[in-house]
């Protein structure tokens, strides 16, 4: 099921020639944003929580078991962020995640991801290689994404991987083994780079 407006978070933005949109006008537009976010996820998914914002297109497509969090925020545009979950699939996501265009989160087995998770253009978390790379060899494990991780533009996070809080993972990097918390990977395949100081009750914003 694909679904949301076409034009995009820009048309979210519309200014007069004094200004910004008047505040009625900015309230209303969320409004509406939320109630269609609810209604998309409300069809498929086994719990929503309040306040869920979808900015341009997203395919949905869920066969199995579906929880979203409070305060999601999806942006679909330019590029559709795609969700499937299998007939076996179980997908959770936590409070006020990210998701951005482009993104491709597929669930065959299990994948969870923490609260407050950042999750940037193009990004792929698939529990399943969907192929064989050789006969009678195709791998199907659990994904778990931490609380507060920040996923960088492009990434590819495989099946059975686990990343911890707070971790940060860079650009373009191919993560095939699990992310110790607090540290930052980077690289194809995904090594460490260094260790960060966060505190435990920081938030990504």
Same mark, same amino acid.
């Given at each position: 099921?694909?679904?949301?407006?076409?034009?995009?978070?820009?048309?979210?933005?519309?200014? /007069?020639?004094? *200004?910004?949109?008047?505040?009625?006008? =900015?309230?209303?537009?969320?409004?509406? /944003?939320?109630?269609?976010?609810?209604?998309?996820?409300?069809?498929?998914? !086994?719990?929503? *929580?309040?306040?869920?914002?979808?900015?341009?297109?997203?395919?949905? /497509?869920?066969?199995?078991?579906?929880?979203?969090?409070?305060?999601?925020?999806?942006?679909?545009?330019?590029?559709?962020?795609?969700?499937?979950?299998?007939?076996?699939?179980? @997908?959770?996501? *936590?409070? $006020?995640?990210? @998701?951005?265009?482009?993104?491709?989160?597929?669930?065959?087995?299990?994948?969870?991801?923490?609260?407050?998770?950042?999750?940037?253009?193009?990004?792929?978390?698939?529990?399943?290689?969907?192929?064989?790379?050789?006969?009678?060899?195709? /791998?199907?494990?659990?994904?778990? !994404?931490?609380?507060? !991780?920040?996923?960088?533009? *492009?990434?590819?996070?495989?099946?059975?991987?686990?990343? +911890?809080?707070?971790?940060?993972? +860079?650009?373009?990097? !191919?993560?095939?083994?699990?992310?110790?918390?607090?540290?930052?990977?980077?690289?194809?395949?995904?090594?460490?780079? $260094?260790?960060?100081?966060?505190?435990? =009750?920081?938030?990504?914003?």
């Amino acid at each position: 099921m694909e679904t949301g407006q076409e034009n995009g978070p820009g048309a979210d933005c519309e200014v /007069r020639a004094g *200004g910004r949109a008047p505040d009625w006008l =900015d309230s209303a537009r969320k409004a509406v /944003r939320f109630a269609h976010a609810r209604a998309l996820f409300a069809l498929h998914a !086994v719990s929503v *929580g309040p306040l869920p914002q979808v900015y341009g297109r997203v395919g949905l /497509r869920c066969q199995g078991e579906l929880r979203i969090g409070e305060r999601l925020v999806i942006d679909g545009w330019p590029l559709a962020t795609k969700i499937s979950v299998g007939r076996e699939g179980r @997908l959770v996501v *936590g409070d $006020r995640a990210f @998701l951005n265009y482009g993104v491709d989160i597929n669930a065959q087995s299990s994948i969870v991801i923490g609260d407050n998770v950042r999750i940037g253009p193009l990004v792929s978390i698939v529990d399943d290689a969907m192929h064989e790379v050789t006969p009678g060899q195709r /791998r199907r494990a659990p994904i778990t !994404v931490g609380d507060n !991780v920040w996923i960088g533009r *492009g990434a590819a996070i495989g099946p059975g991987v686990t990343i +911890g809080d707070h971790a940060v993972i +860079g650009t373009n990097s !191919v993560v095939t083994r699990d992310v110790a918390a607090a540290t930052v990977v980077g690289g194809s395949p995904a090594t460490h780079i $260094r260790d960060i100081d966060v505190p435990a =009750d920081w938030r990504r914003r």
